[in-house]
Structures are given as structure tokens and as C-alpha cells.
């Protein structure tokens, strides 16, 4: 029978489903995996995406685990393809690879002023307070009055990491150092920015009224953003998630707050709709000092169009929530503008030769771009594995398929690749640190620290 050598890197949820499906589907071929990851830790961004104070979410680890220890897939972890491991390295050793290697880096937002001192991409203030091991260490939270551009969940989760009182984080997996920083903040009001109206947001629910639940935090809302025109009176009555959405919204109008003269927590959250940022200001040092927007309305077509009001609001940090973008990998077609390999559906696709790439594969973000919930990576490998399935004709030949000779060369190479047990073992020292302070887990930030735990 013939033996599928396949090399998936990223050891995201995209990733990890793909083996999954591949591995319990019904087929007329072996299969043996192999799982590239370039971080000691599996799980993308379930890991170092989801807040830490989303136990729930990150629970999906649990399932991603099990396929892990079903014991059919080796991971290599600490190995970055392009570097580490190279196309020419796949072609020899496997018959085909699936790149499920996300969305790490933030959009760009290109308004005069954007990278001033104080002003932060979403993606690296994320990883820093989840700790991942290659994004900055310190982080300062030393200004009173912040700002969030952004109408999504990942700007709600920055908005609610940066509000929210970090003793009542203490009892999630906030690593010690963030949870210092998060300890001594100086910020009292954040202020989220959205070119839309609160009928076309595309917040879900469940993040949003969790807004509302924060210790000690006031929601303020505004009036004047809640005049709505007949199609977004038609968006609430016809989508269910819209109209929760404005229901909790209203709610907040009723709530005491700055704006009633109510209001009594010692901090703010302050939603602004139909507000279109323009241009940040910086002070004398050039540190953010504001941020200038534009007031919107609708367009009559579902859009917003300015109304050539200018407002500034006073914030001394800014962060851009604007959306992820794919990376290029070396030796794969990659399209420039979306961040995303060009793939039909999940078959590599090459823009200059206008062909497939014969054994080469995508799946989740970079795939299809960073839109869509976990579960939606799911359906999203089936589809490429069906593919993979059906090119068998196409698969590369390989010179060397022997399951040894991958950690040989890796060894070879001097690189310490990290492996299942290794990740067990990282996982019980994080467990086991975070025990006797009835805490999740105490992550371990520092690479070198988590591959000497997971190699000892
Ligand atoms: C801030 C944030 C919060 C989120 N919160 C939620 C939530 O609450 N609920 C929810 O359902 N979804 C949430 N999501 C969405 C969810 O994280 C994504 O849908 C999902 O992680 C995408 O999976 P993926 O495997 O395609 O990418 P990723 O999770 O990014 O995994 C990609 C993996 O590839 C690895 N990799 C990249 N390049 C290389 C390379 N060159 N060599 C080797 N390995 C490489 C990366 O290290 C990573 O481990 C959130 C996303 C973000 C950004």
C-alpha cells in the first residue's frame, strides 16, 4: 500500500484539524505526519491570540490534545520553515505539504501620524499579555486616556484587556510579568473608534455584553450615535445577532454614567461609533497625544460616508485593531495584497504560471485570510484534505521518505527541536507553577526557557 508522507506546518488549530480529518478519513493509502511548528508550544493562536480570560475558548486546547496524543502525528517543534526547514528539504523527505502557518502581523492603518511613539499594533500588544515568546518583554501602560480603533472582537478583547482591573485576571493564565504591568496601569478610560454605525459592527454578542460585566467599569455610550436610518432599523429586524447587539448597546444608554451625571467606577469604557480616525497627533516628544476622526454617516447602501466633521478626543496610547495579515513564506506563491496564499480551495495556486502548485496546500488563515472563529478551520481543512486526497496522481516523489532521516537532519543542523513529550512535559511544569496560587497556568515566556523545559 502506498504510504503518504505529509508535512503540515503550523501546529495552529488549522493545522492540527487538517491531520485529524486526513487521519480518520476512509482512504485506499497509509498516512504518516509530520507537524512543523515554529514555537516550542502547539496551538497558534489559541495559545497566544484568545485572551487569557477566555477559559472557555481556550478549552478547545483540550480537544486539539487529544488528536495530538492519539500518538499517529509527530510534531517537530522550535522549527521555522524557510529557515530551519526548507521546500527543497520537503521535497526530499515527503510526498506533499499543507502551510497552515495564520495571520500573525497587524493590517496597516495608513493615517498621517500612526507610528508614533505610543501608537501599537493590536497583533503586538496580543502577544505580549499572552505571552509569546518573541514579542517584546515590557510593555508600558502610563497613560491615562487610551485609544482602540477598531468595531471587531480583537479590538473588544484589547479594549477589555486594557479596562479591566488585572486582579481579576489573577485567577487565568496572564502570565506574572503582564499581570505586573496590568497591576501598576495608569488608564482609567479607553476609547474604542468605529467608522460604523451600532447596526453594522461586527462585535458578536457574548464578547460585547461581557463588556458590560467588568468590576468597577463604566460602559459609556453615546446618544447621538443611536440615530438610526431605515436600513439599519432593517438590519436589526432581520438579523438576530444585530439586534442583540443593539439590545445591549441600549441597555448601556440606561446605565448610569459620565454622561448622566452617574457613573461611579474608578474607570471608563467609552464606545464611539461613526467615527472615521484621520490623523494622530503627538506632543513635543512625538508621543501620540490624540486621535482626529472624521464623524460618518450611512451612505443609504450599508456604508458610511463622511460628513466633514473633524473631532479630536485626548489619548496617550493608541492601539489598531484593524485586522491580521498573512506572512510570505520562501518558495510559496503568496498574494500580496490579501496576506494570503493563493489557493483554490486549499490547492496552491501560482499567479505568474497561472497553474496549481502540484503537491503544495493551505488551510485556515492564510488560506482564506484571519476572518472566522476557530470552528471555522474545521470545515475549512476538510476541504483541502479532500483535495490532497484526490491529486494523489500529483504528490512529488520523494528521494528519501524514511521517517528517520527528518530528525536526523534536524539534529544535524543544530536546531533543538522540541516534540510531544517535550510539550507535555512544558505543560505540567506551566500547570504545576500555577497550582499553589490557584492560578491556570503560569506560562513560561522566555523560547530558550521553554525548550530547556521541554527537552530536559
Ligand atoms: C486576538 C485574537 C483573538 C481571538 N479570539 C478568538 C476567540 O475567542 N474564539 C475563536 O473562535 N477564535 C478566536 N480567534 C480566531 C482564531 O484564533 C483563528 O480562527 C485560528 O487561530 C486560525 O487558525 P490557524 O491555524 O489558521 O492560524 P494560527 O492559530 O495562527 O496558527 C498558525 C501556526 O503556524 C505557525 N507558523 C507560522 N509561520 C510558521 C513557519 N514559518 N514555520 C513553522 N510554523 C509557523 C504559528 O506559530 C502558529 O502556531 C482570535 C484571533 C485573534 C487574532
Known amino acids: 500500500m502506498t504510504k503518504l508522507r505529509l508535512a503540515i506546518v503550523g501546529a495552529g488549530p488549522a493545522g492540527i484539524y487538517a491531520a485529524d480529518i486526513l487521519l480518520k478519513m476512509e482512504r485506499s493509502f497509509d498516512v504518516s505526519i509530520d507537524l512543523f511548528e515554529q514555537l516550542p508550544a502547539p496551538y497558534g493562536l489559541v495559545r497566544y491570540g484568545v485572551a487569557p480570560d477566555h477559559p472557555r475558548i481556550k478549552g478547545i486546547i483540550t480537544a486539539l490534545r487529544e488528536v495530538l496524543d492519539r500518538g499517529d502525528i509527530r510534531i517537530f517543534g522550535n522549527v521555522r520553515y524557510g529557515t530551519d526547514i526548507t521546500m527543497d528539504d520537503l521535497k526530499r523527505h515527503y510526498h506533499a505539504v499543507i502551510f497552515a502557518t495564520g495571520a500573525v502581523r497587524d493590517a496597516a492603518l495608513e493615517i498621517p501620524g500612526i507610528h508614533a511613539s505610543g501608537s501599537f499594533g493590536a497583533a503586538d500588544f496580543v502577544s505580549w499579555y499572552d505571552g509569546h515568546p518573541d514579542a517584546p518583554r515590557s510593555w508600558e501602560l502610563d497613560a491615562a486616556s487610551v485609544g482602540v480603533i477598531g468595531n471587531g472582537n480583537v479590538a473588544l478583547d484589547v479594549a477589555r484587556m486594557l479596562a479591566k482591573h488585572a486582579v481579576d485576571l489573577l485567577p487565568t493564565e496572564v502570565p506574572d510579568s503582564v499581570y505586573r504591568v496590568l497591576e501598576s496601569s495608569s488608564v482609567t478610560d479607553v476609547h474604542v473608534f ?7 459592527v461586527k462585535f458578536t454578542p457574548l464578547e460585547l455584553r461581557e463588556l458590560g460585566e467588568m468590576r468597577d467599569v463604566d460602559m459609556v455610550v453615546y446618544d447621538e450615535d443611536f440615530e ?27 446605565r448610569p454614567s459620565v454622561n448622566n451625571a452617574g457613573g461611579t467606577a474608578s474607570r471608563r469604557l467609552h464606545l464611539h461609533f461613526w467615527a472615521k480616525p484621520v490623523e494622530v497627533t503627538t506632543d513635543a516628544t512625538g508621543r501620540v497625544a490624540g486621535l482626529v476622526y472624521e464623524r460618518t454617516r450611512p451612505d443609504r447602501e450599508g456604508g458610511v460616508e463622511g460628513t466633514g466633521e473633524i473631532r479630536t478626543i485626548a489619548v496617550g496610547q493608541l492601539y489598531r485593531a484593524v485586522g491580521y495579515f498573512g506572512s510570505p513564506l520562501p518558495g510559496v506563491p503568496f498574494d500580496e495584497r490579501h496576506g494570503v496564499i493563493p489557493n483554490h480551495e486549499g490547492q496552491v495556486w501560482d499567479a505568474d504560471s497561472n497553474e496549481l502548485v502540484p503537491g503544495v496546500y493551505a488551510t485556515g488563515w492564510i488560506k482564506r485570510g484571519p476572518v472566522g472563529l476557530i470552528g471555522h478551520t474545521k470545515s475549512d481543512a476538510m476541504e483541502t484534505i479532500r483535495h490532497l486526497v484526490n491529486d494523489q496522481g500529483s504528490w512529488w516523489n520523494p528521494d528519501d521518505p524514511d521517517e528517520a532521516s527528518v530528525p536526523a537532519l534536524l539534529s544535524a543542523r543544530g536546531i533543538p527541536w522540541t516534540d510531544l513529550e517535550g510539550w507535555h512535559r512544558l505543560d505540567a511544569h506551566e500547570i504545576a507553577l500555577g497550582a499553589p496560587r490557584d492560578r491556570a497556568r503560569i506560562k513560561v515566556v522566555p523560547r530558550e526557557e521553554m525548550v530547556a523545559i521541554s527537552r530536559a
Open 228 to 254: 438610526y436610518d431605515e436600513a439599519a432599523k432593517a438590519a436589526i429586524a432581520a438579523n438576530k445577532q444585530v439586534m442583540v447587539v443593539d439590545r445591549i448597546l441600549q441597555s448601556w444608554r440606561q
Open 194 to 200: 468605529g467608522r460604523r454605525g451600532p447596526a453594522q
